[in-house]
T-cell receptor
Framework: TQLLEQSPQFLSIQEGENLTVYCNSS?????LQWYRQEPGEGPVLLVT?????EVKKLKRLTFQFGDARKDSSLHITAAQPGDTGLYLC??????????FGQGTELSVKP | GAGVSQSPSNKVTEKGKDVELRCDPI?????LYWYRQRLGQGLEFLIY????????KSGLPSDRFSAERTGESVSTLTIQRTQQEDSAVYLC?????????????FGEGSRLTVL
């Protein structure tokens, strides 16, 4: 069974702080995606990583795919209140369904 | 519209009643997915359509749940004899690519409350 564990589940920080969210599994994935979901809306894709060791940057967000393609991290620098939301990682095996982690609820206070 | 459209946005029903949830995918998207999200949790896969066939329906929780899709268009998720544990947000997504490759575009979901 594919299982993605996200940590922490909840994170409440002050504006300007840095944070890292982790997504771990015992399974190898062909690709891993990160989504952000705001209340009352569907998840929106932030990034897809496909190569072990890959690092992608999206403004203040840095995404990394583990060398073994079993884990990933999302690092946010100088968090802003607009970063508040539910962050979801999702992994897929070749030809397999996309499995989501349980999410990390981030609250950034001004 | 330009995005995935779901209806109803909110549905309150009594235990034992049947409900139908509708999804209009983005035009031209061949793949369509249904996920369930319980309060404060991640997304639980239910079923995947490629065109009007369902290669993977392994996530449907019980035989009370069924789904169909007309061509590469509208899909309906039906829950018969609803139970309180069915209360959740049901999210539909579509994608251009086959079999979960590429970006999934999600609708805003249908929030189901079973009393």
């Amino acid at each position: 069974t594919q299982l993605l564990e996200q940590s922490p589940q909840f994170l409440s920080i002050q504006e300007g702080e840095n944070l890292t969210v982790y997504c771990n599994s015992s399974s190898v994935f062909s690709s891993l995606q990160w989504y952000r979901q705001e209340p009352g809306e569907g998840p929106v894709l932030l990034v897809t990583v496909v190569t072990g060791g890959e690092v992608k940057k999206l403004k203040r967000l840095t995404f990394q795919f583990g060398d073994a393609r079993k884990d990933s991290s999302l690092h946010i620098t100088a968090a802003q209140p607009g970063d508040t939301g539910l962050y979801l990682c999702a992994g897929a095996r070749q030809g397999g369904k996309l499995i989501f982690g349980q999410g990390t609820e981030l609250s950034v206070k001004p | 519209g330009a995005g995935v459209s779901q209806s109803p946005s909110n549905k309150v029903t009594e235990k034992g009643k049947d409900v139908e949830l509708r999804c209009d995918p983005i035009s031209g998207h061949t793949a369509l997915y249904w996920y369930r999200q319980r309060l404060g949790q991640g997304l639980e896969f239910l079923i995947y359509f490629q065109g009007n066939s369902a290669p993977d329906k392994s996530g449907l929780p019980s035989d009370r749940f069924s789904a169909e899709r007309t061509g590469e268009s509208v899909s309906t998720l039906t829950i018969q004899r609803t139970q309180q544990e069915d209360s959740a947000v049901y999210l539909c997504a579509s994608s251009v690519a086959r079999a979960f490759a590429g970006e999934l575009f999600f609708g805003e979901g249908s929030r189901l409350t079973v009393l």
